[in-house]
Nanobody, 126 residues
Framework: QVQLVESGGGLVQAGGSLRLSCAAS????????MGWFRQAPGKEREFVAAIDKSGSTTYYADSVKGRFTISRDNAKNTVYLQMNSLNPEDTAVYFCAAGAYVTRYYLMSKPGYDYWGQGTQVTVSS
């Protein structure tokens, strides 16, 4: 079992930046691939970014590519999502997730993850 807690969300103006953190406890984070997802009001939860266990491979949704960066510090049991050039369409609750899968297909989809955090709200004003 692993417990995940997100932090770093908040209100930011369009064009601004935020860095989300996801702290893990219970098991070492290096055992898991990690992902970030988001869910806007009235919409399905969607994939944002993922990173493999070692941090050597990353994946991004087309909508955030070039603006968001996922990274991990296994020594600190923490995963990050650096979000730049934010726009109002990025407004959502952001969730981190941990899973044992390693393939691209699973890292980019909700079924690939076994553990989820409670989420942190990101609001981008225009």
């Amino acid at each position: 079992q692993v417990q995940l807690v997100e932090s770093g969300g908040g209100l930011v103006q369009a064009g601004g930046s935020l860095r989300l953190s996801c702290a893990a406890s219970g098991r070492t984070l290096s055992s898991y691939s990690m992902g970030w997802f988001r869910q806007a009001p009235g919409k399905e939860r969607e994939f944002v970014a993922a990173i493999d266990k070692s941090g050597s491979t990353t994946y991004y949704a087309d909508s955030v590519k070039g603006r968001f960066t996922i990274s991990r510090d296994n020594a600190k049991n923490t995963v990050y999502l650096q979000m730049n050039s934010l726009n109002p369409e990025d407004t959502a609750v952001y969730f981190c997730a941990a899973g044992a899968y390693v393939t691209r297909y699973y890292l980019m989809s909700k079924p690939g993850y076994d553990y989820w955090g409670q989420g942190t709200q990101v609001t981008v004003s225009s």
